[in-house]
């Protein structure tokens, strides 16, 4: 874990984990569930996974873009603490108003961050970057709180963009067995 706070990751695990029957996006069945709302409606939680991802944020970022859904709260508390500009990225432009992809600031020459809650393959992600590029920024970070791709992966390579995680699939699940 590269957070100073030791207990993050038991109580993370111990506030999203169910279990039950349950059907994941895949449309697979599982036992297990990962209710990551959970930490992100938690303003404690929330507040100490922040606190935990300002030392990720690369110095040289001019915005910090958060992914719709659970990537903005995280990215409001986030801009809070470190002073840099919010975006809120939608997972497609609107259809109406401004059209836009991402409310906040211009995005066109700007280094931008992104932040994103769970990534797993990082499809949302990858559709993010691709659609801010396109609009001009700089996108090469991405700083997520917890990273549940198989260890040892980097899902986001094939895009040339690192990722940076306060916890990792292989932490949380040490809390249920440790």
Request: charge should be neutral; proline fraction near 4%; include cysteine.
């Amino acid at each position: 874990m590269t957070s100073s706070d030791r207990t993050l990751a038991r109580d993370i695990d111990a506030a999203c984990r169910l279990t039950g029957t349950f059907t994941l996006r895949s449309g697979q069945a599982a036992s297990e569930y990962f209710d990551k709302y959970l930490f992100e409606t938690d303003p404690a939680l929330l507040a100490r996974v922040a606190r935990q991802m300002v030392p990720l944020v690369p110095e040289r970022a001019d915005l910090l873009g958060g992914l719709e859904l659970g990537g903005v709260p995280i990215v409001t508390v986030l801009s809070g603490l470190t002073g840099t500009g919010a975006l809120f990225v939608r997972k497609q432009a609107k259809a109406y108003g401004t059209s836009k992809l991402a409310e906040g600031p211009p995005v066109e020459g700007r280094r931008v961050v992104l932040i994103e809650d769970v990534i797993t393959t990082g499809g949302a992600v990858r559709d993010a970057t691709r659609a801010l590029r396109a609009a001009g920024a700089v996108v090469d970070t991405v700083v997520c709180a917890i990273d549940r791709s198989a260890a040892g992966s980097t899902p986001l390579a094939d895009i040339g963009l690192e990722v940076r995680a306060v916890l990792t699939k292989t932490e949380l699940d040490a809390e249920r067995t440790g």
